[in-house]
């Protein structure tokens, strides 16, 4: 694992002083027009809270909008790490925390995803975990099982390296299930409950997959 220092760690804690200077300014503008009374501080601080992620949210997405996340290898001490870095920080400490709390209703999860750069077809939704929202990719109509889990890198020692994770339409992803890096799935696929699906794998249209590691158990036509 590589440690995070130097220029991530500046350009995200200016980004996070900007959000909260932000968010501080609204919640004051609120202040002013709402009066609840002895309500007023809980409604500020509830209000802050939610204006300082929607600043959060909307500098991440600049930023990654002005460096997007790389794919494939990233050479230690490049500027392909710096930014990689930079995204980790703020996803590990803003935006995982309340993907992991089970607090978030399904729906909203989408939303949030979707917010944070996971593309997302219509009726698509995650009970799981979508570790690298800004590679990964999902169709229509497809669901993604409680605890399941979907990322984008793969770190091996002090290698890392990014590989898109396409998920195509009216997929099952099943309970607890493990997609890794570069992982494909092609329409109306079903991985099992548990499966662990190793990185680069291509799963065909309308085939069947489980076990750990996961293989192919059935083929469309093969009953």
Excluded at 38 to 43: E, L, N, T
Excluded at 47 to 63: H, I, M, Q, S, V
Excluded at 200 to 206: K, Q, R
Aim: charged share 15%; glycine share 12%; with cysteine.
């Amino acid at each position: 694992m590589r440690s995070i220092k130097g220029w991530p760690v500046l350009i995200f804690a200016l980004l996070v002083a900007v959000a909260a200077v932000l968010s501080a300014w609204a919640a004051a503008g609120l202040h002013r027009l709402v009066d609840l009374g002895v309500m007023q501080g809980v409604f500020l601080a509830v209000a802050w809270l939610t204006l300082f992620y929607a600043a959060l949210l909307g500098l991440y997405r600049l930023f990654l909008w002005r460096w997007p996340l790389p794919e494939g290898e990233i050479p230690e001490g490049s500027p392909e790490e710096r930014i990689y870095h930079v995204y980790l920080l703020f996803y590990l400490l803003f935006f995982y925390p309340p993907l992991r709390s089970r607090l978030i209703p399904v729906p909203l999860l989408r939303l949030l995803y979707q917010a944070l750069g996971a593309r997302m077809g219509p009726e698509t939704y995650s009970a799981g975990l979508l570790l690298d929202p800004p590679l990964t990719e999902l169709g229509e109509g497809t669901l993604v099982g409680e605890d399941a889990i979907v990322f984008a890198h793969a770190i091996e020692g002090r290698r890392l390296s990014h590989a898109r994770v396409r998920i195509g339409n009216r997929v099952t992803i099943g309970a607890r299930a493990i997609l890794m890096a570069g992982v494909q799935v092609g329409d109306d696929a079903i991985v099992g409950a548990g499966a662990v699906v190793p990185k680069g794998t291509v799963i065909g249209p309308g085939e069947v997959w489980a076990g750990n590691p996961a293989r192919c158990l059935r083929r469309p036509g093969s009953g």
